[in-house]
């Protein structure tokens, strides 16, 4: 264990909590503001009223409910979707001495690999993740957003700027439920105190003054997200599943699902009643400052976006090290200094399940721009005007659609476009995990030989801002 | 001489290769290794010990994922307490988790450091694999 390993665990702690709540969350944040927006609204224009000609019970049960929505949301967010850890490089190497064996090729890079299973009847693919250097297990897929495979992946939700995985798919699952008795809750109650003051003042008066309009619609996506989710966990299958078809009977008469038990009911208790396995990610603490390699050490994988130098180019060089080298330079803060031999490593708490998800790491790389700094705001992405602070934060949601795309190295799209994400325009989407794209920065300048204090500048650097 | 010899052995074996047995998913997504005995330990212990040892492994995991009704009524519990009995208690799977690591380090004492080799507790490499590191075999002609 690295010197002074218990206050530097606290204040790396600490440290990833601002980060992400600057960098990463800004999604969450959004969606904060949205409810609260409701809550707020309907706590002082209905509830006063409803109050005083119905029961006192209303603004209480509407507030626990606010509650229990909130506490669900940062659940979601702050918990470990089921991230798998990357091979360590003798693993990488063995999985390769296989597999070279198998093909009878060597040198160049062959088609994507792929091993067959028969899983209760059915042929399943397992593909070969060239980031992770592994295997994907059944069910898990890689999320190009958060950059790591994510065991049972539903769909990455911006909204909640993580992952929904195996992990932590029942906190996503009650959060939108609970959500959709809150946005219910607040619209019949908006409803009847518009009956009821229209006695008084008139419908057209009373309508004016309610929020109405957007409880409604508020009211039928989320209620339709719900509905889905419900119909997913039923028959036991991902989001990702679903959209691609999958177990879908189109695709052949003998397709089937071969994870569901059969049973609505006993895949309801699988899914949202079952063992909770323990984060993967969080076993060593700290990767030792001695490897010059720049892939992640024997645990595989402590830091979110170390990944390998072979992930391609994404991101034009100069661009990347330009805006990197602007972040560097606001840096001032000593925050690190006493740290300065280790490398930034983000462990998850020591809580039980709920591991931070260790993103903040990701932010090292800095922003990637395609714009010079300064630059303003690309119009149709009205939230990333909300998701930065420092103006070189800008160009990264303008820049981050170009890059989303090239970043499958394997065949399959990673982000799946969920129901909740469609509606959302483009820059939107990626708002709320900028954290993806800097792994690609990352990569173009990572120097093995100056990582640790690349490392240790940069995080300096975004902790500065983070502080503005 | 003799002694800083031995002192060596005992401080700084030197890792001669390292073998990794991969997940089973024949099974579907549960955590099952393959109890295939790999062809490079062939010399250094006998297939059935090994057999043994991966399936009294798989068997402990199997337990840890098990769906039943202990493992149901845990997640009621903490679905109502606001997942904040996990505060105080551990959950069923880490639990057997540590089973599992007292398991491997039993193994580890008994049968496999004798014969130079280590298990390395697949915890440690994410649930991926079973990496057992073969040490090199000092003992043959170094007069020990």
């Known amino acids: 264990m690295p010197q002074g390993s218990g206050s530097a665990l606290s204040n790396f702690q600490v440290l990833s909590f601002v980060l992400m709540l600057k960098w990463g969350y800004m999604k969450i944040l959004l969606m904060l503001c949205c409810c609260s927006f409701f809550i707020i609204c309907f706590y002082f224009t209905s509830c006063p009223f409803l109050a005083q000609q119905l029961t006192p019970i209303i603004p209480v049960l509407g507030g626990a409910l606010f509650l229990f929505v909130l506490g669900t949301l940062l659940r979601t967010s702050f918990s470990d979707p089921g991230v798998l850890p990357r091979a360590t490089p003798d693993e990488a190497a063995d999985l390769e001495r296989q597999i070279d064996v198998a093909n009878g090729t060597k040198g160049y890079r062959p088609p994507p690999r792929t091993k067959e299973v028969v899983i209760n009847g059915q042929t399943v693919k397992l593909k070969y993740c060239f980031t992770c250097k592994i295997f994907r297990p059944p069910r898990a897929s890689h999320c190009s957003l958060c950059d790591n495979c994510v065991e049972r992946f539903d769909h990455h939700c911006p909204w909640v700027g993580n992952c929904v995985g195996r992990r932590n798919y029942r906190f996503f699952y009650m959060f939108i439920l609970s959500l959709s008795f809150l946005t219910i809750f607040i619209f019949a109650f908006v409803i009847t105190h518009i009956i009821l003051s229209s006695y008084q003042k008139g419908f057209l008066t009373a309508l004016k003054e309610s929020p109405v309009v957007v409880c409604f619609f508020s009211v039928w996506s989320i209620v339709g997200l719900s509905g889905f989710h419900t119909y997913l966990i039923s028959s036991n299958q991902t989001t990702n599943e679903d959209i691609k078809g999958s177990w879908s009977s189109k695709r052949g008469k003998d397709n089937y699902n071969p994870y569901s038990s059969g049973n609505i009911f006993t895949n309801c208790c699988v899914a949202l009643c079952g063992p909770l396995p323990p984060s993967l990610i969080d076993r060593r603490g700290f990767i030792e400052a001695d490897a010059p390699q720049m892939a992640p050490p024997t645990n595989g994988i402590t830091m979110y976006g170390a990944t390998q130098s072979q992930q391609s180019h994404m991101c034009d060089q100069d661009q990347c090290i330009q805006s990197t080298k602007y972040v560097l330079q606001a840096a001032t803060t000593p925050l690190l200094q006493q740290h300065s031999s280790e490398p930034v490593i983000i462990t998850s708490s020591p809580e039980n399940g709920t591991s931070l998800p260790a993103r903040a790491s990701l932010t090292l790389g800095g922003p990637c721009s395609s714009l010079p700094l300064g630059q303003p705001t690309p119009p149709t992405s009205t939230p990333s005007l909300s998701c930065h602070e420092a103006t070189d934060m800008l160009p990264i949601h303008g820049h981050a659609l170009n890059h989303t795309h090239p970043l499958q190295e394997q065949a399959a799209l990673h982000h799946y476009l969920t129901p909740e994400e469609v509606p959302s325009p483009p820059g939107m989407l990626h708002c709320g995990s900028p954290l993806g794209h800097s792994h690609t920065v990352q990569t173009s300048f990572y120097n093995p030989a100056s990582q640790d204090s690349l490392h240790e500048d940069s995080v300096r650097g975004l902790v500065k801002l983070s502080s503005v | ?144």
């Open chain 2, 1 to 144: 001489m003799a002694e800083t010899h031995s002192l060596q052995d005992l401080q700084q074996p030197a890792v001669s290769s390292k073998v990794f047995v991969q997940r089973d998913y024949s099974s579907g997504t549960i955590c099952k290794f393959q109890t295939k005995f790999p062809s490079e330990l062939e010399s250094r212990m006998d297939k059935q010990q090994f057999e043994e040892t991966m399936q009294s492994l798989n068997n402990l995991y199997a337990e840890a994922e098990k769906l039943g009704g202990k493992s149901y009524l845990e997640g009621c519990l903490a679905c109502l307490t606001a997942y904040t009995i996990f505060l105080c208690m551990e959950t069923h799977y880490e639990k057997v988790l540590k089973k599992i690591a007292k398991y491997i380090k039993d193994q580890n004492e008994k049968i496999y450091a004798p014969r130079g080799l280590l298990l390395t507790d697949p915890i440690e490499r994410g649930l991926r694999v079973v990496e057992i590191t073969i040490f090199e075999d000092r003992s043959i002609g170094s007069g020990r």
